[in-house]
DNA sequence: CGTAATTATCAGGAAACCTGTTGGTCGCAG
DNA sequence: CTGCGACCAACAGGTTTCCTGATAATTACG
């Protein structure tokens, strides 16, 4: 893991990288994961099921569908990794009173300990990657990066 | 597809979203890729697979090794990838005259035919992720997130 | 020369995606 | 209150993307 993108872009000064930026935040999300997984590997779960993981610590009592939602995803592929991460302990899921046909999810102690386990881990990989930023800078950055997820969120037509 | 992130993140003002920046980028990569496969979906490949051409398009003769380190996967990952696309008509390969053991990938006309018509999609496409972003903006962002993508690719400890 | 590194490739498998379908639940308009 | 549409979960079945591990050919180097 944690391949080095020696042949990298940039470097060739040539004209026009086309879809420059676009491809830049995949080759960032493409490094940053690929870190994320090889501190991950031993806690046995991947970078995505630790980010479905965060996303309940923050936002508790979720159903499957708003999570796959949150995720880009459709609920089907959102339920092969619900059910993974259930099998494994790491959530548990109760039908919601108010509406029964609702799944909560939950984390478990368990999940909670496995996140917490990897936060120092974690804080220092984003360490890592705003390493070359002012702090000014960084507070740029995540307003630009927000700004282009409501750009692209907002539904279009419809 | 397009799933609109309504539960999204953000609007909970509490206290720390954690990985913000790290999540903030997969988020955005999420919406963008999502996107592209909407748009490509016709054309029979996916947002992986038209990444990997345009990479192609923009240097030329390309082993799948010099491919996967670009793409921080492995060499067998993409040698799917390769494969698919060979099928496919898009690429074609052919031994490295100075080094016999490589085979060096070229785009076939079909696969610049392919990449061509749907460049005014993706510029469009960018085009409305960068919408809230001035100019200066959009410079400042591609600068900060290179620098990220350096940070993550530089070698560690090793 | 012989060992290590690189490239491709095969086998096998897990994870992450998808479409399509079904059944239960809820909201609401008729 | 009945029926229709929206929503949620789940099952079946499939593809793509990724992985580990192993093998073979070629090249680089001590």
Known sequence: ???TA????????????????????????LAARSHMDEVLKPAGITALQYTALTVLRR???????????????TAQSMADMITALERRGLITRRRDPENRRA?????????????AAHDAAMDALEERM?????????RDLESYLNRCRTALSDVPPH
Chains 1, 2 share one sequence.
Do not use: W
């Not at 909560?104 to 996140?115: K, N, P, Q, V």
């Open 1 to 3: 893991m944690v391949r």
């Open 130 to 138: 705003l390493s070359g930023l002012t702090a000014r800078q960084r």
């Open 103 to 115: 799944m909560l999810i939950s984390l478990t102690d368990e999940g909670r300990e496995l996140l």
């Open 59 to 73: 936002r508790d009592g979720l159903s499957s569908a708003q999570l796959a939602r949150n995720s880009f995803v």
């Open 6 to 29: 020696e042949d990298s872009v940039g470097s060739t000064g040539v004209a026009a990288a086309r879809p420059s930026l676009l491809y830049v935040v995949k080759q960032v999300e």
